[in-house]
């Protein structure tokens, strides 16, 4: 097992357009995270996983913001309309349901908007 | 009420020398508190939690102390070594609430040789 794997690393976009990230979590891990954190700042949540089921999703993640699990195995997280604030590096994380607060995180997907 | 704060905002420690890196919270409720070690390019890694029924957890060169009438607590990094420096966050959640962390600020460490 690699861990968590987040792609792309890296993505420059220019504002309005729309990107999507990637997360493949641990395999035998049933929850979800993803989390985005800006520079100099801890993370912030945005939303998680029980399998499939997107269960709780923060007040940060607004309407042009979507993160799917269709299978309970990878996400995707986009954003529509991209804007300057969206800029930030997006975290996923996985656990087990039954150590839910030991989190594995991936490296994150870096993005800038222009 | 949801607040972490962490403290200090960066550290400077010669080799073999005590990182203190400092936490606070308000929400009584929280009852699980991790701390985090993020190097740059990478996610953050757990190093070391603890519950609130007890005062002081150590692991290797790694203890958190926990003053809960307070509402503090501390990572203490013993003999540290340039290897450790890193950004450090603490973080707080409810049990109940599984992997949604509120994080504090960072703490970026720097251990000169």
């Known amino acids: 097992d690699t861990g968590v794997s987040q792609d792309p690393r890296h993505k420059i976009t220019k504002r309005g357009q729309n990107v999507t990230f990637r997360c493949d979590p641990i395999?035998?891990?049933?929850?979800l995270y993803w989390y985005r954190q800006t520079l100099g700042q801890g993370p912030e949540f945005l939303t998680y996983?029980?399998?499939?089921?997107?269960?709780?999703k923060s007040r940060l993640l607004s309407d042009r913001f979507s993160a799917e699990r269709p299978k309970g195995s990878f996400s995707t997280l986009e954003i529509q309309r991209t804007e300057q604030g969206d800029s930030a590096m997006y975290l996923c994380?996985?656990?087990?349901?039954?150590?839910?607060?030991?989190?594995?995180f991936g490296a994150g997907s870096r993005l800038t908007v222009l | 009420q949801q607040q972490v704060k962490q403290s200090p905002q960066s550290l400077i420690v010669q080799k073999g020398g005590i990182s203190i890196i400092n936490c606070a919270y308000e929400?009584?409720?929280?009852?699980?508190f991790p701390w985090y070690q993020q190097f740059p390019g990478k996610g953050p890694a757990l190093l070391i939690a603890?519950?609130?029924?007890?005062s002081e957890k150590k692991e290797g060169r790694f203890t958190i102390s926990f003053n809960k009438s307070a509402k503090q607590f501390s990572l203490h990094i013993m003999d540290s070594q340039p290897g450790d420096s890193a950004t450090y966050f603490c973080?707080?959640?409810?049990?109940?609430?599984?992997?949604?962390?509120?994080f504090g600020q960072g703490t970026e460490l720097s251990v000169k040789p």
């Open positions: 994380a996985s656990s087990l349901r039954a150590g839910a607060n030991v989190l594995t």
């Open positions: 996983f029980q399998n499939e089921a997107q269960l709780e």
């Open positions: 395999s035998e891990h049933n929850r």
């Open positions: 603890i519950r609130p029924d007890v």
């Open positions: 973080a707080a959640s409810f049990n109940n609430q599984g992997g949604k962390l509120i």
């Open positions: 929400n009584t409720a929280f009852d699980y």
